[in-house]
């Protein structure tokens, strides 16, 4: 496959997800980021997160089959592609002393990102302001996830999974608790813990804090990037989809937290997520993502994948509608990546390493290969 088959290949996995059995694992139900899916390698040895559906939602996004075949590493996608299932790792069969399974701590996210929440809640859950998208106290009241993780537990996860030699890099991120430094803290504990025993690079995700000076203390523990996600920018649908974000936090607010951390981390390694499919102004949003990655700031663009128990469980994006436009506005993000020289595999660490949710590192690369 070429770089824009590889491309469309991914935004087509991302997008329209996929249908399995109802006997193999569906994903995870409930946490922070998309939730509900299985990782495979893509022709070109990248992860997918792809987005399992069943049913009704199956029908509606025109998911296609994903099967095994004989060779239970290799299953078949719509009955022609061939994608490599990313294994388990032996580390989620293993309990902590007091007997709480390494998988509830956390998790490996594409083949060698190990990830975790560290706080699982959010003080917009608690307003009645929270994302509609997510979905981050699930996990734990389903209890597939503690609703808080100690530097301990995760430093002892971490040990095991760099002993079977699983990861490469570590990707934190937490939900906002009801206090000024937004969950800053916690993540600062837990840094200092795994700087005991390695120098992992290490990638945390945090909303703006209004004391600046917090962002200096995450450099300065030893974190190699930050992700501070803004979620859309296009100002009205931000409104629309987050609430609580859009009165905590101004685009002014997130454009000062980023250029100060690109002070202290360097080009590529302050990152946003920002989601496409919820009928945003592509317009308006290409213009912004040229405004934001100009500066430096890497914006890793993830479709829309509506979840369970979330305010979106029955969400139709409009990038089902327009999927030609859509593929467009991805190759588009692909060329001003390129322009502005910001290769995501590149950079030190971050959603983005994993790469499983995102099409950037595609696109990044269709455009190199035509500009």
Known sequence: MNTEEI???????????????????????????????????????????????????????????????EDPMIWLYDRSIELELVPKPSFYDLKTDDGIPYNKIALLHGRETLATTLYQNCRYWLTGQQCKFCTI???????????????????????????????????????????????IERILSVVRAIREISDIPVGVQFEPPIDAEKIHEVYKVGVNAVGIHIESIDPDIRAKYCPGKTEYGSYELYMKSWKLALDL?????????????????????????NEIASTGVLPVI????????????????????????YFEFVKDVGRILFREKINPKETTAGCHRCGGCTPIQEAYDFAQSVL
């Open 7 to 69: 491309l469309r290949l991914k935004v087509r996995l991302l997008t329209e997800g996929a249908s399995i059995s109802d006997s193999e694992f569906q994903g995870r139900k409930g946490g922070a980021g998309p939730v509900g899916g299985r990782y495979f390698l893509l022709p070109n040895g990248r992860p997918v997160g792809i987005p399992i559906r069943s049913g009704e939602m199956a029908e509606k996004f025109k998911s296609a089959q994903l099967e095994p075949t």
């Open 137 to 183: 106290p699930h996990s734990y009241q389903s209890k597939d996830a503690l609703l808080e993780k100690t530097p301990e537990q995760f430093v002892e996860v971490l040990q095991a999974a760099l002993n079977e030699g699983v990861v490469k890099d570590i990707l934190m991120t937490t939900g906002t608790p009801d206090a000024d430094d937004v969950g």
């Open 265 to 289: 981390f360097g080009k590529g390694n302050v990152s946003t997520f920002i989601l496409y499919g919820l009928g945003e102004d592509l317009s308006l949003t290409l213009s912004k993502l």
């Open 302 to 325: 993830t479709p829309i994948r509506p979840a369970p128990n979330s305010q979106l469980g029955n969400f139709i994006p409009s990038y089902l509608k327009k999927p030609k436009l």
